[in-house]
């Protein structure tokens, strides 16, 4: 059996580990953060900057300082709860911008077509056009709007909507806007209890953690 020296000696040695110190080893562990992501199998989706990415990582581990392997994965939590909190901003403005465009593009069309005629051609109905300069111009409005509307942050947007079927979109986005939230303040509290009974050397019992949520939104557990 293990003595009792020995296992207070394993304590001792495991308090006092920073995380990973090879080259490879920190890479792995900054990586980690990318484990995880809103319809994503990782953090990053396209149009995200890998460099803020990595900033808000170094960031916040010079901040909260977490020591050893469950510190360093509750800090992973921590970071990628941050970000796609961020994300969430960038899909909200999305969904505006993406709207906002198809709007004007919907006007633009129902202009062009108003210099538009039907008439009963030598081989069936065709469209005649009344105004060809001003109908081209309506049309080019339109197709430039529409372009428009690949820009990738309403194309994150557009790709939200449909996923929680259009009109749910802005009640599904506050849904998990929550959840991310209660998320993060869980690993951050959890974090915060294991810190004060690392300081204390194990002297005194973790405090207890009290989750707070500021989303206003009723918690939906019992």
Request: net charge negative.
């Amino acid at each position: 059996m293990t003595s009792q020296k020995k296992i207070e000696a394993n304590r001792r040695n495991a308090l006092k580990s920073t995380g990973p110190r090879t080259s490879k080893g920190k890479e792995a562990s900054r990586l980690s953060a990318m484990k995880h992501g809103l319809r994503s199998q990782e953090v990053l989706l396209p149009g995200e900057d890998a460099d803020a990415l990595q900033e808000l990582d170094e960031n916040l581990r010079s901040e909260l300082r977490p020591v050893g392997e469950v510190e360093n994965l509750l800090v992973d939590r921590i970071i990628a709860a941050q970000w796609r909190l961020w994300r969430l901003g960038r899909v909200e403005t999305g969904i505006f911008v993406w709207e906002h465009h198809e709007e004007l593009a919907e006007r633009a069309e129902r202009e062009a077509r108003e210099y538009e005629e039907a008439d009963e051609g030598f081989f069936g109905p065709e469209i005649v056009i009344t105004d060809h300069e001003k109908h081209e111009e309506a049309m080019s409005r339109a197709r430039s709007i529409r372009s428009a509307q690949e820009d990738e942050t309403a194309t994150l947007g557009r790709t939200f909507a449909r996923d929680a079927d259009g009109a749910n979109a802005f009640s599904k986005l506050s849904r998990y806007e929550t959840a991310i939230e209660r998320s993060l303040y869980k690993a951050l509290h959890e974090l915060q209890r294991l810190q004060a009974a690392r300081r204390a050397n194990g002297n005194v019992v973790p405090p207890v953690a009290i989750d707070v949520d500021v989303s206003g939104i009723p918690s939906e557990e019992p």
